[in-house]
C-alpha cells in the first residue's frame, strides 16, 4: 500500500558563499586579516543596515514579514532563545541582519529572458521560492530560499521535486550542446544564427562560464 505523507510549513535549501570572491583582487589579503574580527562584526551589524535606503533590491526582515502580513512571525534566532536553546549573548555576538530580495526589482538582459533554459526553468524557481541573504562575521553569505506551504499540504514527492529542480536551470553541458547544435542547424541562416547564440552567450556569461573553455568547469 502507498503511503502518502504530506505536510504544511516550510522548505527551506541554504546555501554558503564565500564573501572573499566578491572582493577584488588587491583587497583580498587584507579580508582575509579582517573576516571573524569585532571591527567587521560591527560593520555587518551597524554599517551595512544603513546601506539600504541608497537601494531598493535588499528588504530588512521586518519589510519582508509586513508585506507577507505576518509580522508576528519569529525568527529562528528568536526561537532558539525563546526555547532555551541558547542565551542572550549568541544573540548579541553571532547573529545578524537578514535581508530579503525583492525579486520584483531585479532587471534581466534582453538577451538572456530569450534564452530557453532561462525563461522555462530558472524563471520558475525565482518566482517560486523567496531568498533571504544573511552575513557572518567570518566572512560567509548564508543564502537561504524558501518555498511555502502554510495553507494547502504538499506531499513528500513534490517538496522532493521541488528542490531537485532548483537545479535544472543551471545545466551547463546542455547550453553548450544547444550552442553547437544551433551553429550547424542555422550555418545558412546567419541572422536567425545570431540571436540564437546571443541568447546562450548571455546564459553563460550570467552563469560566470567561459564560452570557449566548456571543460573547465567547478560544478
Known sequence: MKANVSARGYTN???VLNMKRFVQEQDQARFEKIRGKEEFAKVLRENW????????????????????????YMSTEEVGFATGIFRTLMLERFTFPVYSLDTEKVNFDP???????????????????SIYVRPTFTGFFVIRLTDRHLDT????????????RLQESLDIQSAYKWLTRARE???????????K???????????????????????
Open 153 to 164: 499540504p504538499a506531499s513528500f514527492t513534490r517538496l522532493s521535486q521541488d528542490v531537485l
Open 185 to 195: 542547424q542555422y550555418a545558412d541562416d546567419p541572422q536567425t544564427l545570431a540571436i
Open 13 to 15: 535549501v541554504l546555501l
Open 49 to 72: 543596515p544603513q546601506q539600504l535606503g541608497d537601494q531598493e533590491i535588499f528588504l530588512t526582515i521586518q519589510e519582508d514579514k509586513r508585506r507577507r502580513q505576518r509580522p508576528e
Open 197 to 219: 547564440e546571443r541568447s546562450v552567450k548571455a546564459f553563460l556569461a550570467w552563469l560566470g562560464v567561459d564560452e570557449n573553455q566548456p571543460s573547465n568547469l567547478l560544478y
Open 111 to 129: 538577451d538572456l529572458l530569450s534564452n530557453f533554459q532561462f525563461k522555462t526553468l530558472f524563471l520558475r524557481n525565482w518566482n517560486k521560492w
